[in-house]
């Protein structure tokens, strides 16, 4: 189905996206296709991963395209909690700060502990003012739609590419709303295999095993939709035959229901289920576009969310006291700005993002370590390409690297990081003296970073660092031994 769209307010929002930065040839013109021709399913929580490789762009740059497109009023961003056991939608945010870290799947009544790394997508939906889509009034749609359109995903996969959400659908053998008050009948002929029962409220689940040795015969199976929602799924053997399910909906709302006949090749909960890849809660926060863009979200959790990879990397400035002392202070100031602006550009250039300034120092963070070592050697590169001219005004830059897990949190209206993987990143940038590459032992034995450092100057030693109880194997990265830096 193509629904209509609003010609007047999309012609006044493209203009602006198209001037929000320099896009690539026919970017604009593929966005606006989307939007006028695309069926309403594949303009509800689009992937931009997904959809840069079927429009042909860039991954980083179909990233940022819907990331203007939000701001400018074309999309809205939707963060979501995935379930890695049936791939379902478990909660659905329009905002960073509904996102916390802990989480329960109704269907499949399993807890999970959230993170950035995996289990948080960040989607696209278009703005209902732009084309209203029937996606956008789950109210309305199918009870059949709403357990898998509204409430599932494709991008859970088997592992021969097949979407979890077809073999969800090929096993079902009702979905339905259950009015408030009343009891919905439901009757299934099975002679093997497991039947499966569950709501999207949580409010009703069961396993029961079909013997098929036993004797068939007809049987009734009352089943209780209450407030109170359930733990874990009933779970007993039946026999084959005819079976007859009367789901009693005792509350005060509208209620769901589905039941499904599981093939006795497949066992529930043992399904490998993974992922398409997709854009994780960790990516958009190392986007310097989406930290700029959306200054105000926030993460709400009082404990934060945690994050189990990321590449933190400190800079300082050697003698940048004396250089104020040299010079003067507006003179100083001016050049430091400038300094920040270009390390930020190689951090963006090396897909990573600027977290914050501290005095004449940053702290970026990047989703590989073998990003994180070349944005360093680009960064040292650059500051001595703006030394060239200005030899009595001379910037000399201190780095350091490291890598761990870390909590991403709000400090000071800021999406920060916090805990040990920052603090020794720190750390390690204090060892450095004037254009020298701190990097840790974590960071040097990543994928790639050897081979980024071949032709540079690397020397090991164990540091003691302040705070951190165990020495630490270190590495120096100092001056190139012919290559110039990327």
Known sequence: MVSSVNEKLLDERLPRLEQARAWSPRVISKLESHIRSADDDALFRINPLSFGNEKNIAENEAIDLLLHATAVGLFSMDWHLLCSACSCVVESFRSLKGVHNQFHC???????????????????????????????????????????????????????????????????????????????????????????????????????????????????????????????????????????FEIQNTTSERGTFLLALLPKEIEYGHVSVTFAP???????????????????????????????????????????????????????????????????????????????????????????????????????????????DKPDRELILKIGLHSGAAIAVTLNDRLDYFGPTANIAARVQSLADADEIYISDDVYVAQGVQAELQDYKVSEQLATLKGIRDDMRVHCVRSSTGRAAA
């Open 106 to 244: 109704n269907v499949c009544t399993m807890d999970y502990e959230a993170s950035l790394d995996d289990l948080i997508s960040v989607t696209f939906t278009i703005n209902p003012q732009i084309r209203d889509i029937e996606l956008l009034h789950p109210e309305h749609l199918s009870a059949w739609d709403y357990f898998f359109k509204f409430g599932g995903t494709t991008d859970g996969r088997l592992p021969d590419g097949t979407p979890f959400v077809n073999v969800q659908q090929s096993v079902t053998k009702a979905v339905t709303y259950l009015p408030l008050g009343e009891t919905t009948r439901i009757e299934i002929e099975a002679n093997e295999g497991t039947v499966v029962g569950g709501s999207m409220e949580g409010k009703a689940a069961f396993l029961f095993h079909i013997d098929p040795e036993a004797t068939p015969l007809t049987q009734m199976f009352p089943i209780a939709f209450g407030d109170t929602k359930v733990s874990d799924h009933d779970t007993k053997t039946i026999a084959p035959g005819r079976m007859i």
């Open 278 to 388: 997709f854009l994780t809660g960790k990516r958009l926060l190392t986007s310097q576009t989406f930290r700029e863009l959306f200054r105000s979200e926030v993460i709400k959790a009082s404990e934060g969310i945690g994050v189990r990879k990321i590449t933190l990397l400190f800079t300082d400035l050697k003698g940048s006291t004396a250089l104020y002392d040299r010079i003067g202070d507006l003179n100083a100031f001016s050049l430091v700005q400038q300094h920040f602006d270009r390390l930020q550009d190689v951090t963006v250039r090396h897909n990573g993002a600027v977290i914050k300034t501290i005095g004449d120092a940053v702290m970026a963070a990047f989703l590989n370590p073998r990003d994180a070592v070349r944005a360093a050697i680009a960064m040292r590169k650059e500051i001595a390409d703006f030394n060239r």
